[in-house]
């Protein structure tokens, strides 16, 4: 079973930038899917992005497209999260991911998450 762990969430101003990061631990995660999903109070967890266990293929939902980029290492067992030209409306709580082999878009789809890092941006 692979644990994961988030960082790097805080309070920016839009246009702003920040980098969050998913440490995995416990069985390797080299062989898993990895995504970025987000939640704002009383909403649907939604999906921001995904990469591919070899990290040669990554989606990302529309609303992040040209903004958000989404990068691995499995020799470190990192993922992260680089998001540009921060937007009030990605204030939510990010949560990272993890499935074997395949990625998704659905968070039903993931059996593995954090604990979540809150992103707030202030207009």
């Known amino acids: 079973q692979v644990q994961l762990v988030e960082s790097g969430g805080g309070l920016v101003q839009a246009g702003g930038s920040l980098r969050l990061s998913c440490a995995a631990s416990?069985?390797?995660?080299?062989?898993?899917?990895m995504a970025w999903f987000r939640q704002a109070p009383g909403k649907d967890r939604d999906f921001v992005a995904t990469?591919?266990?070899?990290?040669?293929?990554?989606v990302y939902a529309d609303s992040v497209k040209g903004r958000f980029t989404i990068s691995r290492d499995n020799a470190k067992n990192m993922v992260w999260l680089q998001m540009n030209s921060l937007k009030p409306e990605d204030t939510s709580i990010y949560y990272c991911?993890?499935?074997?082999?395949?990625?998704?878009?659905?968070?039903?789809?993931?059996?593995?998450w954090g604990q979540g890092t809150q992103v707030t941006v202030s207009s």
């Open positions: 991911a993890a499935r074997a082999w395949r990625t998704s878009t659905t968070p039903g789809e993931y059996n593995t």
């Open positions: 416990g069985r390797t995660a080299s062989n898993y899917a």
């Open positions: 990469i591919s266990w070899t990290g040669g293929s990554t």
